[in-house]
């Protein structure tokens, strides 16, 4: 259990949590390694005396704009903060003859542009030639790709730094920070959070710091009404807070494995109202999206394989769906994919058979290619007999042949043994009358 305790001021600090809990220091920042570790460029950037422009692009609540700021108070430039949503031309007029008055003093001027995909390209337009001489240092935060949004000259004058969503572990140094540090907190005595609720409130912030934080200043809020000496944030105060009710699910422990288990089964017995509620069950619990997609493609290898060949695409363009939209959007991608994976005919003679072929190859060995099949890229090698007999397919007109591809000591085994669903039930009919071909062939060669 996590615990604070909090300050009693005469002047209580009435700034959202989230914003008493903006870190100043680029030593605070938590997050974004691949951006601020040892030589990485934004910790260069701070490091040095020189600030290009830049595009900070990255989902809600990951820093950008405290990294703007703190990269500006590294360079002792004056700072400008604008919304896109908020201002227009007009507004960025005045801000152009406010960094000529800053230039004209020896400082310069980092304009930071909140939201900048929301500007249209006659409001970009209006600031790109003070970018250009460098009147202007421009800083533009966006959730958007800035290929869709932003102009291509500007574009081109612009650094883009990727921000990726803050990890599990990110968000619980954010929660623990705001417990531990009684600067931050609401009026009161002493409190705690419990394990739970601090693992479920991270899990529903989904990677932005800005929804924990809010979320847990809400909380604090309802605990507050409680009356008991120690406040402690429970479980209940965080549904209350976030307006969802928890499902019971341990994501590494047996309720995970009890319902991927459910999901699983219903593909498998072709029930798509059973697989689609298990798969909204883990959704809603908080499951990792990308585990279930993942789930979803080795159910089409493995329990459909080539009675619907196409399974295995639908599973991994819906996993491709979700990256690109995230939740939300992109959880009707998989559920698209779980319903067809359930209707789709079904098939393990692909699972099956690749067993038989690693238990064979454990209990044989590395049994020698056979000589014919072998490539023969030298004189020696085709001296040693490499390739020698080899039938070359395309020459026949049927483009079949009858020749051993298996060891020798293996020869005429059979490991894939297509059912008669679905698109299988055509490759078992291929098979069936290619082997009728190259008997009637043998017969006839025996005859003569």
Same mark, same amino acid.
């Given at each position: ?37 040892? *030589? ?11 600030? @290009? =422009? ?60 909140? !939201? ?5 390209? =006659? #409001? ?118 976030? #307006? ?25 017995? =072709? ?17 990792? @999206? ?18 619907? @060949? ?15 939209? *995230?939740?939300?959007? *992109? ?13 789709? @005919? ?13 238990? !064979? ?47 020798? #000591? ?37 005859? #003569?």
């Amino acid at each position: 259990m996590e615990s604070f305790h909090k300050m009693n001021t005469s002047a209580q600090d009435t700034r959202p949590l989230a914003e008493k809990m903006r870190p100043e220091k680029i030593e605070d920042f938590v997050g974004q390694e691949h951006l601020l570790g040892p *030589g990485k460029i934004l910790r260069q950037l701070q490091q040095g005396n020189y600030l @290009p =422009s830049l595009l900070l692009w990255g989902p809600p609540g990951t820093g950008k704009t405290t990294l703007a700021r703190i990269l500006a108070q590294s360079t002792n430039a004056c700072f400008i903060f604008f919304s896109a949503v908020l201002g227009g031309v007009k507004e960025i007029r005045q801000i152009v003859e406010e960094a000529r008055e800053n230039s004209a003093h020896g400082s310069k001027t980092i304009l930071f542009v909140d !939201e900048i995909h929301r500007f249209n390209k =006659s #409001q970009q337009d209006a600031f790109l030639p003070h970018v250009e001489s460098g009147l202007l240092t421009l800083i533009g935060a966006t959730t958007e790709n800035p290929s869709f949004h932003v102009v291509a000259p500007l574009l081109s004058r612009c650094r883009v730094i990727t921000l990726n969503p803050l990890t599990s572990d990110n968000l619980h140094t954010i929660l623990r920070r705001a417990i531990d540090n009684p600067e931050h907190a609401i009026e009161g005595e002493h409190y705690t959070i419990t394990e739970a609720a601090a693992e479920y409130i991270v899990a529903m912030a989904d990677g932005d710091a800005r929804r924990l934080l809010n979320s847990l200043e809400i909380a604090f809020s309802l605990s507050e009404t409680k009356e008991q000496e120690q406040m402690s944030i429970s479980m209940t105060d965080v549904e209350e807070a976030l #307006q969802r009710k928890t499902l019971r699910y341990d994501a590494g422990g047996e309720e995970h494995y009890n319902l991927i288990s459910a999901l699983h089964k219903s593909l498998r017995d =072709s029930d798509p109202d059973g697989a689609l509620y298990w798969l909204g069950r883990m959704l809603q619990s908080g499951e990792d @999206p990308l585990y279930i997609a993942r789930r979803l493609i080795r159910f089409a290898s493995e329990d459909i394989g080539n009675a619907e @060949p196409q399974a295995l695409t639908v599973a991994l363009n819906a996993r491709e769906s979700f990256t690109i939209l *995230g939740s939300p959007e *992109g959880d009707l991608a998989l559920a698209q994919a779980a319903a067809y994976l359930a209707t789709a @005919p079904k098939s393990n003679a692909i699972y099956t058979g690749y067993n038989k072929v690693i238990e !064979e190859i454990k209990r044989s060995g590395s049994l020698p290619v056979p000589m014919h099949i072998r490539n023969a890229p030298t004189k020696l090698m085709k001296n040693l007999g490499y390739g020698k007999n080899y039938q070359y397919a395309h020459n026949d007109s049927s483009a079949l042949v009858d020749q051993e591809h298996l060891p020798d #000591q293996l020869t005429g085994s059979l490991y894939y043994e297509p059912t008669n669903r679905g698109y299988e039930s055509i490759i078992k009919d291929r098979l069936t009358k290619w082997r009728q071909i190259l008997a009637q062939r043998n017969r006839k060669q025996e005859k #003569q």
